[in-house]
């Protein structure tokens, strides 16, 4: 069975709600039926692929998740290009360390993407995260700043 068609209107429908809610559980079920898909079936595969997290299946077959960053990627990579360019570009512009609410401006709505972005550059080894007296601090490592560099140009660009 082909699961790419359904696998992407769960993902679009996902990221249209993480949007709204990005800590809420929903239900793929609509999607699923739309495309005649069992639910479960369905979210092992994006499980497996690693574009949800946090699957519940509930005793009536509703199968509820969260979409990860690398699923939203797939679906709208200019989106996640963006967000993580503004966090590394504002460390970098704040001297490679800075308060993750800063780097926000402080628009807190932004913030659960923020941690989830934050928190796949950890995994990619681009910043360090720190959380000192309930203050997020986000650093840049050294392989961050060579992606901030590539990213703007940088000076190695003008040497080239």
Not at 7 to 30: C, H, Q, T, W
Not at 33 to 54: A, C, H, T, W
Not at 63 to 69: E, K, L, N
Not at 121 to 139: D, F, P
Request: charge should be neutral; glycine fraction near 6%.
């Amino acid at each position: 069975m082909d699961l790419e068609k359904p696998a992407k209107s769960a993902l679009r429908y996902l990221f249209s709600e993480y949007k709204k809610g990005p800590s809420v559980l929903y239900p793929i079920n609509d999607v699923c039926r739309k495309f005649g898909v069992d639910p479960v079936v369905l979210s092992n595969y994006l499980l497996e692929n690693s574009l949800i997290r946090e699957c519940w299946t509930y005793s009536n077959n509703t199968v509820a998740c969260r979409i990860t960053i690398k699923g939203i990627e797939t679906i709208d990579p200019g989106y996640v290009r963006d967000r993580l360019d503004r966090i590394i570009g504002g460390l970098a512009d704040a001297g490679q360390s800075r308060a993750l609410i800063e780097i926000l401006e402080y628009d807190l709505k932004d913030f659960p993407i923020a941690m989830d972005l934050v928190n796949q550059l950890e995994t990619l080894g681009l910043v360090k995260i720190q959380n000192v007296n309930h203050v997020i601090t986000v650093e840049l490592t050294a392989a961050g700043l060579k992606h901030n560099e590539r990213r703007k140009g940088g000076l190695f660009a003008l040497t080239a």
